[in-house]
């Protein structure tokens, strides 16, 4: 969907607020044995160390690896949802376990329990971030994106 670098900077901005704000307040919520108000409030605390780490994850460590991951699955001729789908899909795949190892070590507190932490976070987390990422960040994302660069586009000519 981006056309240039710059887009594709703000996209990845977007897309990793979305979801690494959404996963924090679901881990607060974890840890506090359920959801409140405060929860929202409370998480932005930990998204201004994360949310640029996930964007630097993204833009120089997952983004080529998630589509060469998800065209071993798909062919580019595919229709454009399943195409999305996939990179989608991938994309959670490889940032779920590296954003759990990096919350891990800085709120967890896991010592010499690293690996097993990081597993049951990663475990987790997954379920979470992968419907959270195909049914609601995904979809809002594209919204947002397309609202803010291809408003005056016809709606049947933008791509999903």
Known sequence: MPKNKFQNVIFTMIMAFLMVYAMICFNIALDKGGMSNSIFLIAFHELLLMWPVAILLELFVVERLASQLAFRIISPDDKPIFILLAISAMIVCLMCPMMSMVATIL??????????????????????????????????????FRSIFFASEPIKQQNI
Do not use: D, H, S
């Open 107 to 144: 709120f967890k507190n896991p010592g010499k329990e690293l690996v097993a932490v990081w597993l049951e976070t990663t475990l987790i987390n997954f379920p979470m971030a992968l419907g959270w990422q195909i049914f609601v960040a995904g979809p809002l994302g594209r919204w947002m």
